[in-house]
């Protein structure tokens, strides 16, 4: 089974070289009870932990099982110890926060094996059935022992091998011990025990003396028979169909561990997340904020109609000074139906003129905004009557004095009275109101609930003394024609009114998609500025996340060496570490989440923002969080899988 020539190995203590082992060979037959004695310091432990494949030798040949071990990469070995070896050492090395039947279902994480043990089986075997739920600091040294064994029987090792298995005992509890290991060589497994104990060498039946790194003696034990009843070992190609199970086991196993491991110390690891909290609830609050106000425009420059124009008088030089508005410039009646009757692509056309108005009823007076207009302005505006009916036709051309107002005037100046059929004043004109205007969001420019709407001719005759508009309301078929619509129609008033292509601007056209286009690029940069703040407390907080994972890897050194000895991997290790650093990130950030929509909820209930948190938003949020988890998760990861199985083992 065991078979090393000529092995070396030398290690350096500052200047100083070591000389561990000095040409160490032996062979070790299947079946064989094997106890490796010598004095302190004379290399017998450094020598099972090459047999062990927890060291390397510095030169010579070991095969294991006909095996060349030299050849074989750092994974070949860990799966070698895993299926061939099984390690009990002197300080029991089980890991603390678990119980005795977790501690040995350890190896099952790591392990290939078909057919491995049951730990409930094995801890009833070695007399614990009833302390199998218990921790290791609820149990006597005896028992820790008990378990480090049957965790090593777990895989159903080919050989097992024991340092100093009674070392930390009381006399009574290591007889039971080396009954157990004789009772074990006798059921067939192979038994490796180091020792400096006499009495202890006596239970095997061979003895190897070791002295100074050199082997001095090799011999039966006195009045102990050879009994030889070999473990096969598995083939490898059923080991290679079993694998899969296993990892379903080992990623179960490691996101277990590793809330256990982030519990045993609560407070660290909520200061740990507390980084990516903050950070994803500000990402999560300030998009959310973004989200509602791009959709508070779209909907406020939709309230005023779409694919709408508004033609207004420029600016005009006389004699190289600039003018506002000027007479040559002046929008009048007939310019809208110019517009409405020759420009291709334009669906309607609606005059407005207006101004500041003091509405009286009664007692109660308002000051408020006065449109005059045409009865199509309703349906570039997308505005609806709740009572009532909207400016006509007919109201135009006789210039009657009627007047639809909105829910903000009809409020303040009626209360809870239906105002249709009621004469009001507006600037001491008298008017009757014909209909209240549904109420709606805020607009772009005015609150559309607090105006008074009137005929444009009655407006401009009885209440402003004006031949002229204010402004064209041009209402495009569709979006694709806008800049067409917009171009033909300023060429149309250059005509109209005779004006050369020297003067600049003198009719001036507001697009209401530009303008929303502008508003939400300008609301995209101001969101993406202030989640980039957000995204730097992610940042913060995966700092802090490395720094924690670090001291995790230190304070953890020896268990991440006992995971070695027992099959681990350094992909296992990285993955553990890896899973842990992710578990803080992802409850950081979903405790993030949870905040942030409470923040966007509080921000639209008492400030009254529009808020808008969107799938997309938490799904970014959640990938981000999970991506700080594993940058900076991933160097303290690679730490700890790239330490050395004996060196973490030895760590202090």
Not at 140 to 167: C, F, H, K, Y
Not at 350 to 368: I, L
Not at 473 to 480: K, V
Not at 620 to 633: D, P, Q
Request: net charge positive.
């Amino acid at each position: 089974m065991i078979d090393v020539r000529d092995i070396h190995k030398t290690y350096r203590m500052g200047t100083v070289d070591v000389h561990a082992l000095r040409g160490v060979s032996l062979q070790i037959r299947p079946g064989e009870f094997v106890a490796l004695m010598g004095p302190s310091g004379s290399g017998k432990s450094t020598l099972m932990h090459i047999l062990g494949l927890l060291d390397t030798p510095d030169r010579g040949t070991y095969q294991l099982n006909g095996q060349d071990v030299s050849r074989l990469s750092d994974r070949e070995l860990a799966a070698a110890r895993a299926r061939s070896i099984g390690f009990v050492f002197q300080q029991y090395n089980l890991l603390a926060r678990v119980s005795a039947r977790e501690n040995v279902a350890l190896p099952l994480i790591y392990s290939e094996h078909p057919e491995p043990a049951s730990p409930k089986e094995l801890l009833e075997r070695v007399g614990l059935g009833d302390r199998m739920d218990h921790a290791p600091n609820k149990l006597s040294g005896g028992q820790q022992q008990r378990v480090a064994i049957a965790r090593a029987l777990v895989n159903r090792p080919l050989i097992l091998m024991a340092d100093e298995p009674t070392g930390n005992l009381d006399s009574r509890s290591a007889v039971e011990i080396l009954g157990l290991l004789r009772d074990l060589h006798a059921s067939g497994l192979t038994v490796l025990v180091v020792t400096h104990d006499p009495e202890v060498a006596t239970r095997a039946e061979r003895i190897i003396t070791i002295r100074d790194g050199r082997i001095t003696g090799d011999a039966p034990a006195a009045g102990r028979p050879h009994h030889s009843h070999p473990i096969e070992t598995p083939p490898a190609a059923e080991i290679r169909k079993k694998a899969w199970p296993r990892r379903v086991l080992e990623g179960t196993a490691m996101v277990r561990q590793a809330f256990r491991a982030l519990a045993a110390n609560k407070t660290r690891t909520f200061l740990s997340m507390l980084g990516v909290l903050i950070g994803t609830a500000a990402v999560i609050s300030v998009l959310a904020l973004g989200a509602g106000a791009k959709m508070s425009v779209v909907e406020r420059i939709g309230a005023m109609g779409a694919n709408l124009l508004v033609l207004r008088p420029g600016r005009v030089e006389a004699r190289g000074v600039a003018m506002e508005s000027g007479a040559a410039s002046r929008l009048s009646l007939a310019d809208v139906e110019a517009v409405r009757a020759e420009v291709p692509g334009v669906k309607d056309a609606a005059p407005t003129v207006g101004g500041g108005a003091q509405a009286t009823f009664g007692g109660r007076n308002w000051r408020t905004q006065i449109v005059g207009t045409s009865p199509a302005y309703a349906l570039l505006r997308n505005l609806k009557t709740a009572v009532g009916r909207f400016i006509a036709d007919e109201d135009v051309r006789t210039r009657a004095r009627v007047a639809v107002i909105g829910s903000t005037v009809s409020r303040e100046l009626f209360g809870g009275v239906n105002p249709v059929g009621q004469s009001i004043r507006v600037n001491r004109v008298a008017f009757d109101v014909i209909g209240v205007l549904t109420e709606s969001g805020t607009g772009f420019r005015f609150d559309p609930n607090d105006q008074i709407i009137i005929p444009v001719t009655t407006a401009m005759r009885r209440m402003l003394g004006r031949d002229y508009v204010d402004t064209v309301e041009i209402q495009a078929e569709n979006a694709d024609v806008l800049s067409l619509v917009q171009t033909n129609s300023v060429e149309l008033m250059r005509r109209r009114h005779r004006i050369g292509p020297d003067v600049e601007e003198p009719f001036r056209v507001f697009n209401m998609a530009d303008i929303q286009q502008t508003i939400l690029d300008t609301s995209r940069t101001l969101s993406l500025l202030l989640a980039s703040i957000g995204a730097i407390s992610l940042l913060v907080g995966g700092i802090g996340i490395m720094n924690i994972m670090l001291v995790s890897v230190t304070e953890r050194t020896r268990e991440i060496g006992i995971r070695k000895a027992i099959g681990a991997k350094r992909s296992d290790i990285l993955i553990q570490f890896l899973v842990e650093a992710m578990v803080i990130s992802i409850l950081g950030g979903g405790l993030g989440i949870a905040l942030g929509w409470g923040i966007s909820a509080a921000m639209s209930r008492f400030a009254g923002w529009a808020v808008s948190v969107t799938a997309a938003t938490v799904l970014l949020a959640c990938a981000f969080s999970a991506l700080v988890g594993i940058v900076f998760g991933l160097w303290p990861a690679q730490k700890a899988a790239r330490l050395a199985p004996i060196e973490a083992l030895r760590y202090e």
